[in-house]
């Protein structure tokens, strides 16, 4: 089966991402994630393997579970220091024309009156190519640092989700309507004001009664990502997310919440093929694979052990520094931490996993899977893994950048395009025309649809 192998790039406004200790590699460059000029050239790299997207992680707070400090976090840069990812991507689109620029914001931090007017305001410097992460915030240590006494129940944050997406719909699509701003000369008219309504929201967690502060951008809503992986996360995906990104290692996971999320789609009357689904993937690529396996070994000389274990325990809530390196997880201790192996033990059924072992695997490029090969290697298990999960394309997070990344145009991208596998050019429009929309906008049944004549 012929299908379209899509790719974004994952990267985060800090040092090393998912692949801690690597920034000691004498060709990364993640340590100058604060100057622009390493951004630019990413991105013009990423469009000139015309990939659909670059995917921007972020967190609001610190790794400081291990150990149960940020001594670790700090030591190994685990996502610390960390800058504000939305101001890199003004520049980032006015050097490129096509790559798509995924956000990643927390709704539990931010007012959506004030977050609603940042998306559109960088919807309208892209051109109408930006979409939101929508996350929730797992770390403690963020909600302690904005002055909450501590972070919201896991389903309580889904409550509040649901209401602050609300408000931006209103906001974004029904606030202005299509024909307001007519920037009429000769009358002085520049808005209808007739045509501008307040939203008049008035609800459990949120009280906007005014109108959007900015004209229409391009798609109004920024295009949906999102990544939740309980029961109630893939139910609001199902809803409300465009794309959804996952972060499996073994395909039996993948595949079961990839069909769990098209399900909760059709539960609402939504089509789940438009439903986009990544996973995180790393790819270390050679000419050859005995090239690519020795550029595999010599990046796993620099990966952290302390820092692999530092993103561990922030991840699952579970201080893994109580543990001996080669203590074997499973059925040794409490329910939270088998469940936190359970993902590793569908990679091999039969196999126990020690804290080194899943330190090694995290170490270089996170929880998800590493293909290491050379570009029809690769190419191969990708297809594959389409073709056995229902997986529309990857996130590939990186070992050494931009090598890479570079690797990815260079060797990767050919040998999909060769195959009839990958776009050779991109599509027009804005980001959810090129992602295979039927225009920029949110369509019916989608629920933002739903917002669109306040005036009713």
């Known amino acids: 089966m012929t299908r379209e192998i899509r790719l974004n790039a994952f990267d985060m406004n800090c040092v090393g991402h998912q692949s801690p200790g690597l920034w000691r590699h004498p060709r990364d460059k993640s340590s100058t994630y604060k100057d622009l000029d390493y ?42 220091p960390v800058n504000d990812p939305l101001q890199l991507i003004p520049t980032m689109a006015y050097e490129t024309e096509h ?54 129940k896991h389903d309580d944050r889904y409550d509040l989700a649901e209401e602050y997406l609300e408000v931006c719909y209103k906001l974004w699509e029904g606030s202005w309507e299509d024909g307001a701003v007519v920037r009429d000369r000769e009358s002085g008219i520049f808005t209808h004001p007739e045509k501008v309504h307040p939203i008049r929201h008035s ?22 990502y999102q990544a939740g992986a309980s029961s109630r996360g893939k139910d609001f995906a199902g809803a409300h997310a465009e794309c959804i990104f996952v972060a499996s290692p073994s395909k039996p996971v993948l595949k079961r919440y990839v069909a769990n999320v098209r399900e909760a789609a059709e539960r609402v009357g939504r089509n789940p093929r438009e439903i986009l689904a990544f996973n995180l993937q790393t790819v270390i690529l050679g000419e050859t694979d005995a090239e690519a396996q020795r550029k595999f070994n010599e990046y796993r000389k620099y990966a952290s052990f302390e820092g692999a274990l530092t993103l561990i325990s922030g991840w699952t809530g579970i201080d893994f520094g109580q543990f001996g390196p080669d ?16 993902t590793f033990t569908t990679i091999d059924p039969n196999k126990e996993w020690t804290v080194r072992e899943m330190a090694d695997w995290v170490g270089i490029g996170g929880f998800g899977p590493v293909f290491v090969g050379s570009p029809q290697t690769v190419a191969d298990l990708m297809q594959e893994w389409i073709e056995d999960t229902d997986v529309d394309g990857f996130n590939l997070a990186y070992a050494v950048t931009p090598e890479s990344f570079e690797d990815a145009v260079d060797l990767l991208v050919p040998e999909l395009q060769k195959r009839g596998v990958y776009k050779t050019d991109y599509a027009k429009g804005t980001l959810r025309e090129k992602l295979g929309g039927a225009g920029p906008r949110l369509v019916a049944p989608h629920p933002g649809a739903a917002y669109r004549n306040l005036a009713g």
């Open 39 to 80: 951004w630019v050239h990413l991105a013009k790299t990423l469009e000139r393997g015309r990939f659909d997207g670059l995917f921007i992680a972020d967190v609001l707070g610190l790794y400081d579970v291990l150990n149960g400090n940020v001594d670790a976090a700090l030591r190994h840069s685990a996502q610390v």
């Open 327 to 342: 203590e074997v997880l499973r059925h040794r201790h409490t329910n939270a931490v088998q469940s936190a192996v359970e």
């Open 99 to 152: 790559l798509g620029f995924g956000l990643t914001a927390s709704l539990s931090f931010e007012h959506p009156y004030t977050f609603a007017r940042r998306i559109s305001t960088l919807d309208h410097l892209t051109k109408g190519r930006v979409g939101w992460n929508i996350v929730t915030s797992y770390l403690n240590s963020g909600a302690l640092n904005i002055g909450q006494p501590a972070q919201t």
């Open 203 to 224: 609800g459990k967690h949120f009280n906007v009664p005014g109108i959007h502060l900015s004209e229409p951008s391009p798609q109004r809503t920024p295009v949906l």
